[in-house]
């Protein structure tokens, strides 16, 4: 039903400083991501997650294989870089809301700069999907005003603004105390639900992973791979006391083991590097 | 705003700063009355004239319209070069954060002239321009200059890297991004640049101003509070170096709250 928002990532390999250190961060890795997925991937820290997603956006090239979006090649032999465009928006992991523009102001920042709505309509979509996800009332307010939790739900919004394919989040909830965390999680389902966008999303949470994905993708440390990509066959929508199913439970268990051994690694590899 | 003036009288630290005023000043008179305190003379203190004597001298001044005369003179030497340094200053630090080839080429030199000190242009300047009034400006704008352009060049290098993908992924031309990344995150730091080069103009141009005569020789208009503190130093009226010193005090804290209040007006989003 959805066409839009396939990935497809084939044998891409990422080297940093390949002429001198030439750390591998990203091995021959490859994913599909169905349109309108919540594709969760799962790895340790500095694993090489965010260089994947980076790839995507169009912020760094890649030095071996391809990524398609839609069929149509984003980066890949011939084009090292893919450019950065609004159908694949990133949420960053410490927000990137201009501070000196008002809530308003970043919202309607994509259209506008695209040309693709005046201002005014901007802001009435702006104000309208602003409602939807219960942000009525700090249009005027400045981000560096706002709570952080409402500051990622801004900024989602900000991103949807743009109807993007796919949304790249990457571990937008890290900072976040769990309270507000399980709140925020359940506003991306409804803003999932709502709008059935594919989701990218980057996270060293298990639980975070299982609770909002239905692709997990488990990824190997440094260098980076899928170790093991399952369904989450829990349908949608979900509420928060899905964490205590059976079914759930099994997951954790069945995938816990997996990421637990990338995190040793991780550390051990950490250790030498130090 | 007559309610902001009165809480802002009466609040706490309001009433810490006037008593510690007050304080100072008797501090002063009594040092500056008694020279020997059980028979040890009082340091420094006490040979400068006592705040009431100060007074003194002051008030006949304020009368005097060659008194004002000097703050006004002072004042436009240094908003004059203080208006260019910012000018200049302001495109020439973004030109140097925006384009690789530019800082590659400016930068090294301008380290090199960074470091002199504004006051050991005077000599160069006085020879180098036609009146001593522009040479006074010259180096007023040399003291302000310095500090605007680093940091402008500092404040926009530290933009998040952040908001330049995300200007790009919804779209932004070059442009834009100058236009609505790199100028609005820059403004912050010339507002504490523009705070930081009225401090040091202040200084500068009293020093340029007793230096070369506040232009009195060379056919200018002369004058100034610089010259006016050198020249009761000359005439032996100690009383009122002391009123020169006071009101330069005076003339920079105005002009460091209006140039802090214009930055405020520039960057809501820092207000707390």
């Known amino acids: 039903m959805k066409t839009r928002g396939q990935i497809r990532i084939k044998d891409v390999v990422k080297i940093y400083d390949p002429e001198g250190a030439a750390v591998m961060a990203v091995d021959h890795c490859s994913l599909e991501i169905a349109a309108g997925e919540i594709c969760m991937i799962v790895g340790p820290s500095g694993c090489g997650k965010t260089t994947l997603l980076n790839a995507i956006a169009g912020f760094h090239s890649i030095n071996g294989g391809s990524i398609h979006l839609d069929g149509e090649m984003l980066c890949g032999p011939g084009k090292q870089k893919a450019s950065p465009g609004s159908d694949r928006i990133v949420v960053f992991q410490n927000g990137a809301l201009f501070p000196w523009k008002n809530v308003i102001d970043n919202v309607t920042f994509g259209p506008v700069m695209q040309g693709k709505l ?12 602003m409602a939807d996800a219960g942000l009525s009332g700090i249009e005027n307010n400045f981000p560096g005003e706002l709570s952080s939790g409402v500051r990622r739900r801004v900024e989602i919004v900000r991103a949807l603004m743009n109807d993007p394919a796919v949304l790249l989040l990457d571990e937008p909830y890290r900072a976040l105390d769990s309270l507000t965390k399980s709140v925020m999680h359940e ?25 909002l994905g239905n692709k997990v993708a488990i990824m190997t440390s440094r260098p980076c791979k899928p170790k093991k990509v399952l369904t989450v066959d829990i349908p949608y929508p979900r509420n928060y006391s ?16 997996a990421v637990h051994e990338e995190a040793k690694k991780s550390f051990a590899a950490g250790e030498r590097e130090g | 705003m007559i309610r902001s003036i009165k809480k802002y009288l009466t609040s706490s630290s309001t009433r810490r700063g006037i008593i510690a005023v007050i304080i100072f000043l008797l501090f002063w008179e009594i040092c500056s009355r008694f020279h020997l305190w059980f028979g040890v003379q009082v340091p420094w203190i006490g040979k400068i004239p006592a705040p009431t004597s100060v007074v003194q001298a002051w008030i006949p001044l304020l009368d005097d319209a060659g008194y004002w005369s000097n703050w006004y003179l002072s004042a436009k030497r240094v908003f004059s070069g203080f208006l260019f340094a910012m000018l200049i200053g302001i495109p020439f630090g973004l030109i140097l954060a925006i384009n690789r080839t530019a800082y590659g080429i400016i930068f ?68 834009d991004i100058f236009k609505r990344i790199v100028l609005p995150g820059t403004v912050p730091s010339i507002a504490v640049g523009a705070a930081v080069g009225m401090g040091i103009t202040w200084e500068v141009v009293v ?5 070369s005569g506040g232009g009195s020789q060379s056919g200018g208009s002369g004058g100034g509070l610089g010259f006016f503190i050198w020249n009761s130093y000359l005439g032996g009226s100690y009383q009122q170096i002391v009123v020169g010193m006071i009101s330069i005090g005076i003339a920079g804290y105005i002009s460091s709250a209006i140039i802090r209040s214009i930055g405020e007006y520039f960057t809501p989003w820092t207000r707390r």
């Open chain 1, 242 to 257: 899905v964490v205590t199913d059976k079914r759930f439970r099994e997951l954790m268990e069945e995938t816990s083991e």
């Open chain 2, 207 to 211: 020093a340029a101003e007793m230096i």
């Open chain 1, 187 to 211: 506003s991306l389902l409804d803003i999932y639900d709502k709008n059935k966008v594919t989701i990218f999303f980057i996270t060293h949470d298990l639980q975070e992973a299982l609770f």
């Open chain 2, 108 to 175: 090294p030199t301008f380290e090199v002239l960074r470091p002199i000190p504004p006051l050991a242009w005077v000599p160069a300047s006085i020879i180098f321009w036609p009146t001593a009034e522009m040479s006074i400006a010259f180096v007023t704008f040399l003291g302000a200059f310095y500090t605007i352009v680093i940091n402008v060049l500092g404040g926009a290098q530290s933009i998040d890297q952040r908001y330049f993908q995300a200007a790009k992924s919804m779209g932004s031309s070059q442009w």
């Open chain 1, 118 to 129: 005046s201002l005014a309509e901007a802001k009435d979509k702006a104000r309208s999907m």
